[in-house]
């Protein structure tokens, strides 16, 4: 346990930290408990750190952490700086030193934070700061060495080498993909979604001939007072696993995801949280959220969108197929029909593409 012992932080500016053993190549793995802490900051340091134990509080080169300051501000920091969304309280940290990636995962969401790819050159070292205003501990957790050697020694790939829940997420669009490609017997889907149902589409929407592109077809510059934006929907499902994945590019505006026999009445999603409806949405580049019966803050702008829903383990999880990174995940019990939502906004006239998902290779 690592804990802030002075009672006046005056005006510091730095926080104080501790420090793990160097590390100079290989993988590694740490858990730790933030709990309802504050503030904090873990992450990894070149040996630049050693000279006053102590994290800055702006960009600097040779530190790369995520810090959370007085329940407020949750960013990651290294030569530049990104606003982070999700407050975590347990957290994973996994470094690929000779692949430069370093990743935080939260364990309770199974939801991943922040990565940061770089070219790693010289000694890192682990560094946890406790921050400077609460005493609560940060606390460092162990990791079954067991877990660690058959995940990393059965995958290739960085996404499929995580320890955690999390590989469930990120595993089931990757292994989609890899075992279809190496091991199609080990895993299948039920379906492919790869074209709407143009009968579904509202009738402000352009449908192209092969279903795979939708477009807002009203005028953008004068989309009036709406409030819900007219979608197209896939076929039905009822049970088992299924994916897609859709390219958003450079879109203004756009949401996707699933929804219940509710939305056959006016072929729209809400504009705000409503039961029956799970989707992600961007409006005008500005607000990216989640929508279900809550709403969410996304920090994540994808270009492409691999989308998984396991209907009998009620999970729907959206994952930048670009930066392989987990955007948002639902955790809902399904017991209705579901529906794939797809609307290209009301913004612009830029179309969503549905993709192909690649087939297994022939000997």
Not at 3 to 15: D, H, I, L, M, N
Not at 88 to 116: G, M, N, R, W
Not at 266 to 287: A, H, T, V
């Amino acid at each position: 346990m690592i804990s802030f012992q002075a009672k006046c932080p005056g005006g510091r500016v730095e926080w104080p930290c501790a420090l793990a053993k160097e590390l100079e190549s290989g993988k590694h793995c740490w858990i730790l408990e933030v709990g309802e802490k504050s503030s904090w900051a873990v992450g990894v340091a070149s040996e630049t750190i050693l000279k006053k134990m102590s994290i800055p509080d702006s960009c600097k080169e040779g530190y790369w952490y995520i810090k959370l300051f007085k329940g407020k501000r949750f960013q990651a920091f290294s030569s530049s700086m990104t606003d982070l969304s999700q407050n975590p309280k347990k957290i994973a940290v996994y470094l690929d030193f000779d692949k430069s990636e370093l990743l935080f995962v939260d364990l309770e969401t199974q939801i991943t934070i922040h990565k940061f790819k770089e070219q790693f050159s010289e000694k890192l070292y682990p560094l946890f700061s406790p921050g400077i205003h609460d005493k609560g501990p940060l606390i460092l957790q162990s990791v079954s060495q067991k877990d660690v050697k058959e995940t990393l020694g059965r995958h290739t790939s960085l996404l499929l080498q995580l320890l955690f829940d999390v590989r469930e997420i990120l595993g089931k669009y990757i292994s989609l993909l890899y075992q279809r490609q190496n091991d199609p017997e080990r895993f299948t889907l039920d379906t492919d979604i790869e074209t709407v149902d143009r009968n579904t589409a509202h009738g402000d929407l352009h449908v192209s001939e092969d279903n795979k592109r939708i477009s807002f077809q009203g005028n953008v510059k004068c989309p009036g007072g709406r409030a819900e934006w007219p979608c197209a929907l896939a076929k039905e499902l009822e049970s088992g696993k299924h994916c897609w994945i859709l390219e958003v590019g450079e879109k203004s505006s756009w949401a996707v995801g699933v929804a219940s026999e509710t939305i056959l009445k006016n072929l729209s999603i809400p504009d705000s949280c409503k039961e029956g409806y799970w989707y992600i949405k961007l409006f005008k580049r500005k607000k990216f959220q989640a929508f279900s019966s809550s709403t969410t803050d996304l920090s994540q702008k994808p270009r492409k969108i691999a989308v998984y829903l396991d209907f009998d383990m009620g999970e729907l999880s959206f994952v930048d197929v670009e930066k392989h990174v987990v955007i948002h995940r639902f955790k809902e019990q399904f017991s209705d029909k579901l529906y794939p939502v797809f609307s290209p906004g009301i913004h612009d006239k830029g179309p969503l593409i549905l993709h192909s998902i690649p087939q297994n290779k022939t000997n």
